[in-house]
């Protein structure tokens, strides 16, 4: 079954600083695609990001970027210049194959202190 | 575009109850799929359905169940509500899985 963990409960940054969340997963596929939502207190889930497995390339947008660790099965994000707005919930998720569940950890609590 | 629409956005139900809650996917998504969000489980996949069938199913007891009309619109019910049922129950519609979901506002129920 496919599990996804997020070891950092809660994190903290200063703004205009920079910050990684953690998250690690586990399938069996070689093909599988990989995501981070971003929840904020107003509780719409939004995409932040996404990855494909096949793709050496990690996937950046903007001040999001990923590392992206086949062999090690990590899937970290990274978040430049960290600006209030960034506060939320993190949620990093897997997809095994097009007609598959996306399966969700349990999530990051990011503060931006000012 | 209009985004993912949730109907009710609160909803207060006794136990025992049944309950209906409703999502509009973006216009073309044909995939719908629900979520449960409690503070203690996170996020737990309910169903997803695809061109009005039933594509994939989490572990949760058949009193939950759901449906999706031709239009793509989507309803899940619970019957005979617990406390434990509680939670904020997300939608969310894709074009294709593998693009990423676009959510709903969700709708917060309370069974008291």
């Known amino acids: 079954a496919q599990t996804v963990t997020q070891s950092q409960p809660e994190m903290s940054v200063q703004e205009a600083e920079t910050v990684t969340l953690s998250c690690t997963y586990d399938t069996s596929e070689s093909d599988y695609y990989l995501f981070w939502y971003k929840q904020p207190p107003s509780r719409q889930m939004i995409l932040v990001i996404r990855?494909?497995?096949?793709?050496?390339q990690n996937a950046t947008e903007n001040r999001f970027s990923v590392n992206f660790q086949k062999a090690a099965k990590s899937f970290s994000l990274k978040i430049s210049d960290s600006q209030l707005g960034d506060a939320a919930m993190y949620f990093c998720a897997s997809l095994k194959t097009s007609y598959d569940k996306v399966i969700f950890g349990p999530g990051t609590s990011l503060s931006v202190i000012p | 575009k209009a985004g993912v629409t949730q109907t009710p956005r609160y909803l207060i139900k006794t136990r025992g109850q049944q309950v209906t809650l409703s999502c509009s996917p973006i216009?073309?998504?044909?995939?719908v799929s629900w979520y449960q969000q409690t503070p203690g489980q996170g996020l737990q996949f309910l169903f997803e359905?695809?061109?009005?069938?039933?594509?994939n199913k989490g572990n949760f007891p058949g009193r939950f169940s759901g449906r999706q009309f031709s239009n793509s619109r989507s309803e899940m019910n619970v019957s005979t509500l617990e406390l434990g049922d509680s939670a904020l129950y997300l939608c969310?519609?894709?074009?294709?899985?593998?693009?990423?979901?676009?959510f709903g506002s969700g709708t917060r129920l309370t069974v008291v």
């Open positions: 969310a519609s894709s074009l294709f899985t593998e693009d990423g979901y676009t």
């Open positions: 990855q494909e497995a096949y793709k050496q």
């Open positions: 216009s073309g998504h044909r995939s």
């Open positions: 359905y695809f061109s009005e069938t039933q594509r």
